[in-house]
């Protein structure tokens, strides 16, 4: 069994800052891509942000220059800290860890539940 969490969502006004963590817990042999995703009401779901294992990032250019993604391999954990917020990035912030339960087993993605997060303005 994985089980991943999402923290550190919540209400911030425009211009404002939040980090969002994402940790992954319970059978892993080891951990691969972290990305964090985001889906706006009445919108499709949406790529945010790619950290590989060697720590190379990449962002969608809706979140680039204002979004860091980091990543801290011995807690299982992935951040998001997000910078000059605007209510376009109202949305539930869902995080997909790519990882092998075993050695021999094939990679999978585990999603958590997601979190809100909501800029007003």
């Known amino acids: 069994q994985v089980q991943v969490v999402e923290s550190g969502g919540g209400l911030v006004q425009l211009g404002g800052s939040l980090e969002l963590s994402c940790t992954a817990s319970?059978?892993?042999?080891?951990?691969?891509?972290m990305r964090w995703y985001r889906q706006a009401p009445r919108k499709e779901r949406e790529w945010v942000t790619t950290?590989?294992?060697?720590?190379?990032?990449t962002y969608s250019a809706s979140v680039k220059g204002r979004f860091t993604i980091s990543r801290r391999n011995a807690k299982n954990t992935v951040y998001l800290q997000m910078n000059s917020l605007t209510p376009e990035d109202t949305a539930v912030y869902s995080c997909?860890?790519?990882?092998?339960?075993?050695?021999?087993?094939?990679?999978?993605?585990?999603w958590g539940q997601g979190t809100q997060v909501t800029v007003s303005s």
């Open positions: 319970g059978n892993i042999y080891v951990i691969s891509n």
């Open positions: 997909a860890v790519l990882l092998r339960q075993t050695a021999t087993a094939p990679v999978k993605n585990y």
């Open positions: 950290i590989t294992v060697a720590d190379t990032t």
